[in-house]
Each structure stands twice: as C-alpha cells, then as structure tokens.
C-alpha cells in the first residue's frame, strides 16, 4: 500500500518563543473537556467571538511546569474534522493555522473518552493528519474500571506513536504529568499519519495534495488532511471559496472520476480509519479481574426511569419546577443585604454632598438605575449554578432527548432543544447555538422563537412584580414546611408561557412560512457523572462578571440618559411631583400612552418598556431612575417595589398597579422582542434585515394581542 504521501514535511512555521506557546483545546462533545479546561485555567480565562464571525471564543492561559506561558484555546466539541456547519470550519481553520488573528497552535491537546475509544479515536487519526505536535489526555477511565475494563495509556501512547497521559480533571489527577508531556511535545516532532491510506484512493489524494502545496501555498500535511477533507464531502456541499480556480476544478474532476469508477471516497476512507481504529482498541481494552456486577449498568438504570415516556417528562417538570421556586425563595437574604448596601450609598450622597443636579444624578440615575438592578444578581447566579450542574450531571442531554418527540411535531429539530435551552440564559449564545442544526428551514424557526424563552434578563422583572404583587401564599407543602408558593407559580407559569408560545408559533411557520419535514434526531447520550463544582462556580463569576459589566456600562448609560430626560426642561413654577410629567420622557410615555392603555399600562410603564428595548432588564432601572426623580423628599434611595404599590392615578384615586397589571407586565415581557442586541444577532446569522424585522414585528403584535386578551379579561372577572 502507498502510504508515504503527506510524510515529507514538517508542520513548524518558524521558530516562536520557547516562554509562550498556544495549545489547542480538542475533543468530542461529553468527554470532559470542560472539565478539562476549568482545571487547568481557573478564573484565568476569558470569552469572546472569533473575529469576522459568531462563533464563541474561549481561551485560558497558565503556566506549565518548566515556567513557559500557556494560552489554552478551548475548541468547539466536535465529531469530525470534515466540517459541516460554521464551528467546525473554524475549528479546522484553528488547526490549519489560516484563521485570521488566531496563531497556529504549537500543540494539539486531544481529550480522548476511554468509554467510547472508537467514536474519539476517529478525530484523533484526522488530527494526526494535520502534523502538529500531539498530547492525549484520557479521561473515564474510571468508567471503564467499573465495567471490567482496563485501558492502557503506555499501550495507546506505543500504538498511536504520541504521548497519552489518564486524567482525572475534576479531582486535578493527572494534570502534572500531562503538562509536563505537553511542554516537550510543544519542542518536538510530530507524529506520523496513522491510518494506512488505501492503494483506490491514493492517487487522487496525492495529485490534489500536490496541488494544494503549489497552487494553495499549503504545507505538505495540511495538504494532506485538506485533500482527504475536500474529497470526503459531497461537491454541492465543499466550501471552496477561498482555494484557487485550479484546486476547485481538480476537486470537481476527482470527484467525477471517482464516481465514474463506482468509488465512493467517503465510506472508503471511514472505513480504512476505523479499521486502523479496531486493531488499536484490540490491544488497548485488557479485561480485569473485575467483572460487571449487573448485566445492567448504572446509567441504564436510571434512564429507564428518566427516559419513561410518562414519568419523564413528570421528572422534567418536578426538576424545573423545584429551580424555579428556589431561585425565587433561596436569595431574599442576600438580595436585601446588597438593597441595604444600596440604600446606605444613596443615604450617604445625601448626607455628605450638596443638593444639586450632580447628587441627583449620582443619586437619581446612577444609583436608582443601575443599583436597582444589581439586586437581582444572586437569583441570577443562582439560576445558572443550576444549569451548569444539570448539564454536568449529563440530565441536560436527556431532557434533549425526552423533548424531541414533543418538538418534532412542531417542526423543531431535536437538535433545537439545546440552543432553546441556552436561550433561557440569553438568547444570543442560544440563536448561535443554532449552527449546529443543518436543515436551513429548522434553523430559521429555531432563530424565530429563542428569544421566547425567558431569558435572565426578565428575571428583574419577574422578581420585582411577583415580589411586590403577588401574595405570598403556599401552594404545596408538607405540615408545616412550604414546598410551593403563588409567587413562586407565577414565575414558573411565565418560563413555561414562553416554552408554550414557542412550540405553538413553530407549529405555525412550520405548517405555513417554513413548510419543511422535521429532520431524524441522533444524539448521544453521555453516561451520569458527579457535577464539577468548581466548573459551575467559574461559569457562576463568568455570568456575574457579564451581568455587572452590562450594569456598569449599558445600564449605567440608559440609566443617565433616562435621568436626564426626566430631569428636563425644568418647570419651577410646578411641585415637584409634576415636574416628571412635564418632562422630554413626561412627554415620551404621554405619547405612547393611548397604545399600552388597553394593555393595563400607564405612561411611566411606558418609558420603562420603550428603555427596555436596549435590554430587558433596564425597564427596573428605568422604573428605579423615573421614581427616584418622581420623589417630593429626596431623602435618600426609594423603596422601588413600596413605590410601585403605592402608586395612585391622580384622576381616579386607584392604584396603578395590582396583580393583574404584574402579571400582564410579565406577560409582555415574556413575548415581547425587548432586546437590541437579539435583533443585531439575528440579522448576522440570517445574513440581512429581512427575518430580524418580521421577527420584531410578530413578537411585538402577539405580546400586544395575549396582554390585552388577559387585561380585559381579567377585569370583566374583576380581577382589576
């Protein structure tokens, strides 16, 4: 067999410093990579998007034992190198070292699932392709112990020809030897191409790999692994934007050719991998003196249950009905503690600084605004602590599962489950998420309806009505410990009115704007593990640290601004009382006022809803801002929720506010499209203004049309 093409070479570009190198963070979905990352970065590790695009960047930086600097670039979990959707094309671009702005990484960390060598050793032998220095790091195998079955790493390590190292990252095991392996990888040789490359299909891979060196400017390995990656995809689906003229055409004709010959270049290469795959694992999976103690395994166990077509949803709703409620009645404590806080600072401002238009501000609109706002942080935190644990559990891929016959008679893709999921974060990292659905019309409705899901931006929202409206009566309890609260029902009903809306409105473009057949769903299903706390605290600071950041910068502006326009023109011939009324936003929210009356709404809940485009959560800061300036006494931070509930209309002497008006506030803010940032994303990922605007226009309409139906309703049962 003629396997000595794509072995000339060497992968180095150049010499880099010997006290800085970048390693590249690779492996499948569910093997512990996370785990992986967190471990060796800590709190020393930042987010952001590749430049030019949407996919999310994520890279951490530490030192390894011989004192060089490590930059850690966490890569997108992936399957395969032959890429299919947008993180994968940049992930291969990372490896290739041709992504813009983003240095070739000097060392391929490899995390390789020792329960499931097969499916994990097929990326490794693609890897070893590109010709970059490799270390792999052996996680589960634990798991494998469990199952009467050793996996070497010193018999892989000899097989596969690069350094294996068995890490345990949530118990830090491991980690050193695998960081010494890594620096001498990064000084070293790399591997040699490990899967003997069949004599039917050489020769074309070898004429296009000679052509991409010339014509493509490309190394001799990356050429090699570009050949075999151009050659595995269907030619409608090849993107060859960037190769010259001549390397398409050459794809184009090998592609004929091997057609012509009844060669389908695809299986034949899969299979020689997964052949070279199979004498590897033969040597590598020694049985133990340590049998299976049940025909059935743990995992198996619990699925039966978890994944019951009637109790499993039951454990679904029980799971998200016991986050909620505690979200709601976990944090009173520290929310008052940072409210006392507060309220301290604006008594000070008043004490020790000069009445004026500066302490107002600072007072008014910086403190009123923003600090109105921050108190809502731990039941923020909180919400994605649950999250993070639920996901690391493996729970979150059952749940995908469990939901994907409910979604697939809507027109959702299961694959949707997950981005719907992250949308109950934000819907921007939950609309990016959508890349990894390949069907363009389940995509589309996916984007159309994320930002349904209650993200955390509502939660100041729903906290402040529920808090100040809502009885807090019990429910559900045993003797005389409450399980279940109406507050706690009413924020729970709004997270599953969102899920509702969604699949109804999918159900509809599916069946008019976006006719389409809901794709085959195949997803794996990780095995149960403990929860990393550690990771969960660090996705905790990272989610508080973009929450204060949004409260400093966008927040804080919306707030001055507000603050401003309440504050002028100045009418000092009127009390103070009226001085708001007769303000630029007096005048904004009289304005809109006839179109949220029927709603239930007066003109202060106006200016907050018309604030809140820029992001949800600013209608508190707003509400906080327009009742600071509205206070007679200036004697300090107002009690926000006391305001709202002592609000009265001067020109019928009732109260504004009851629990009606919340929890239609609650309701249009559940359906409404509130968020620049969204609109800006989805213009992005639908590649113009034309799904963005329809977006806007029919969550703006069907928030107007369910809030008004329950107003109205509402009052004829004299509810108002």
């Known amino acids: 067999m003629k396997t000595s093409l794509a072995m000339n070479g060497s992968s180095a570009e150049g010499e880099k410093s010997s006290k800085n190198i970048t390693i590249a963070l690779v492996g ?17 590790q930042k987010v952001g998007n590749y430049p030019g695009v949407t996919v999310e960047k994520k890279e951490g930086h530490f030192q390894l034992p011989g004192g060089t600097t490590a930059t850690l670039l966490d890569l997108p979990g992936l399957y395969s190198l032959t890429p299919h959707s947008p993180d994968e094309q940049i992930a291969r671009e990372i490896l290739m070292g041709i992504l813009p702005d983003t240095p070739k990484p000097d060392v391929i960390l490899n ?126 689906h090849v993107p060859m934007q960037h190769l010259p003229e001549s390397v398409k055409s050459l794809v184009r004709t090998t592609q004929e050719h091997l057609a012509s010959d009844d060669i389908d270049f695809a299986t034949t290469a899969i299979d020689a991998r997964y052949r070279w795959i199979a004498h590897i694992i033969q040597g590598v999976n020694q049985p133990t003196n340590r049998p299976r103690k049940h025909p059935i ?41 940072l409210k006392n806080g507060i309220d301290f600072l604006g008594g000070m401002l008043v004490r020790h600084m000069p009445a004026g238009d500066l302490r107002a501000l600072l007072k008014d609109g910086v403190l009123g605004g923003v600090g109105n706002t921050i108190v809502f942080l731990p039941q923020i935190l909180l919400l994605f602590l649950f999250v993070s644990l639920l996901e690391d559990t493996g729970y979150m891929a059952r749940a995908a599962f469990l939901m994907d016959k409910l979604m697939s008679k809507v027109g959702l893709h299961g694959k949707a489950f997950i981005p719907l999921l992250s949308s109950f974060a934000c819907a921007i990292p939950g609309i990016m998420a959508t890349r990894t659905i390949g069907d363009r019309k389940a995509r589309l409705i996916t984007i159309l309806i994320a930002p349904l899901m209650s993200c955390s931006a509502r939660l100041p929202v729903y906290f402040l009505m529920t808090g100040a409206f809502i009885p807090n009566r019990r429910v559900l309890g045993i003797g005389s410990h409450t399980l279940l609260t109406l507050p ?55 989610r508080a640290g973009l929450f204060l950041k949004r409260a400093g910068t966008v927040i804080a502006a919306v707030s ?22 007769h303000s630029f936003v007096g005048s904004i929210g009289h304005g809109i006022e006839p179109i949220i009356k029927p709603l239930g709404f007066d003109w202060k809940m106006g200016i907050g809803i018309v604030s809140s485009f820029v992001a949800r959560e600013v209608f508190v800061s707003a509400m906080g801002t327009v009742y600071n300036v509205d206070d007679p006494e200036d004697s300090g931070q107002v009690n926000l929720r006391k305001k709202l509930q002592d609000d009265v209309d001067p020109n019928t ?18 359906l409404a499209m509130q968020c620049m940032s969204t609109v800006a994303v989805v213009r992005r990922e639908t590649n113009g203004w034309k799904w963005p605007l329809f977006q806007v226009g029919y969550m703006t309409v069907l928030a107007w049309v369910v809030t008004f139906f329950i107003y109205q309703g509402g009052r004829m049962l004299g509810w108002g």
């Open 28 to 44: 499948n979905p569910n093997c512990g990579k996370t785990t992986l990352f967190n471990a060796l970065t800590g709190l020393r």
């Open 653 to 670: 002497g009732r109260h504004i506010y009851s629990a009606l008006v919340a929890v239609c506030l609650m309701v249009y803010y559940v």
């Open 560 to 581: 001055v601004v507000l603050w401003a326009l309440s504050t002028y023109p100045k009418h000092p011939d009127l009390p103070k009382d009226s001085q708001l009324a």
């Open 488 to 542: 706690g029902v009413t924020f729970i009903g709004m997270y599953f009115l969102g899920m509702i809306a969604a699949f109804l409105i999918a159900w509809m473009f599916h069946r008019t704007l976006l006719k389409g057949v809901a794709p085959t769903f195949l997803m794996e299903l990780p095995p149960y593990r403990v929860p990393s706390l550690k990771t969960a605290f660090i996705q905790m600071l990272e």
């Open 111 to 236: 995390v390789v699932d020792a329960s499931n060598l097969d499916r994990n050793l097929y990326m490794t032998s693609q890897l070893l392709d590109l010709g970059v220095p490799m270390v792999i790091a052996l996680t589960m195998t634990d798991s494998t112990l469990k199952e009467g079955i050793l996996v070497c790493p010193g018999v892989l390590e000899k097989a596969i020809g690069v350094p294996v190292r068995s890490v345990v990252a949530s118990r830090k095991q491991g980690l050193e030897q695998l960081l010494s392996a890594v620096e001498m990888a990064a000084s070293s040789m790399p591997a040699e191409p490990a899967w003997p490359v069949p004599d039917q299909i050489v020769d074309e891979i070898t004429d296009l790999q000679h052509a991409l060196e010339k014509e493509h400017h490309l190394q001799p390995r990356i050429a090699f692994s570009e050949a075999v990656s151009l050659l595995m995809q269907e030619s409608e």
């Open 297 to 337: 395994s743990t995992n198996e166990r619990v699925d039966s249950v978890v994944m019951h077509p009637f109790w499993g949803y039951v454990i679904f709703f029980l799971i998200m009905t016991v986050m909620f409620q505690s979200i709601f009645s976990w944090v009173q404590a520290p929310m008052e503690w």
